[in-house]
């Protein structure tokens, strides 16, 4: 597969294949697999290059299995016959739940709490990367960030990301938590472009772009928006999925991006992989 770093050179550079797995799916469907089926998932994204899995404490059914994505996650890689040592595993602490109800703690004690539950759960000594999940309208930013730069001065934590920040967000960071700083994770797609600027921005700036809902506006059987068909045209010319075509459209648009499109089937992660040796022509993009 494709290659693509995460880090710099204070930090240490972590190459991973250009797909990702986002791993959320495993525990929030409403159809979720089995155990034994969400393994397998797991199982085929690593046989098919992927060596970034997403994941989140939060990712659950609700606040009664709080953590259950992790366990999965973890239990999945230990009982992978291969080599595991170049998986990066990137979780997020910062969303709560409450009942089905997703809530937000970003407050310092609450960070340092949940990532060492997360350490715990998924086994290791020190978390690949860590991101703030969603900023918390009840603490500063600037705390936030504070904390996450006492996560990694204390070892628990080598890299860190945030997720649905804004420029200025994305630069305050930048600042507190300095080169340990490496990722945003954003919604960005075909059908949600209002992240553009954050894309640019992090490209100019080296920092990783892990787009969520990766597929917003792009479906199988035709359009969601606009924009679709062109897509789907594309995908009929080459012979591929339309998911594929949207996965290589996606790592076009900068060599920072590194999508983590959902799976809870094999076949989808492994139809996903194959976007990473996809190239569209300029027409194509241009379309």
Known sequence: MQQRTIGNDTVGRVTVGAIGLGAMPLSTKEDRPSPAEAEKVVHAALDAGVTLIDTADAYARDDSEFGHNERVVARALAAY????????????????????????DGSPAYLRRTAEA??????????????????????????????????????????????????????????????????????????????????????????????????????????????????????????????QVTLAWHLAQADVVLPIPGASRPESIRDSAAAADLTLSPDHLAR
């Open 81 to 104: 016959g291969g080599d595991t040592s170049s998986v990066l595993v990137a979780t997020k602490g910062g969303h709560t739940r409450e009942g089905v109800d997703w809530t937000l």
């Open 118 to 243: 997360s350490l715990r759960r998924l086994g290791v000594d020190a978390i690949g990367l860590y991101q703030f999940h969603r900023p918390d309208p009840a603490t500063p930013w600037e705390e936030s960030m504070g904390a996450l730069r006492s996560l990694v001065d204390d070892g628990l934590v080598r890299m860190v990301g945030i997720s649905n920040a804004n420029i200025g967000q994305i630069d305050t960071a930048r600042e507190i938590v300095g080169d340990a700083l490496v990722s945003v994770q954003n919604q960005f797609s075909p059908g949600y472009r209002s992240s553009a600027a954050e894309l640019a921005h992090c490209a100019q700036a080296g920092l990783a772009w892990l787009p969520w809902s990766p597929f917003g506006g792009v479906s199988a059987a035709g359009s969601l928006d606009s924009t679709a068909p062109a897509f789907a045209q594309v995908a009929d010319e080459l012979g591929v999925s339309v998911y």
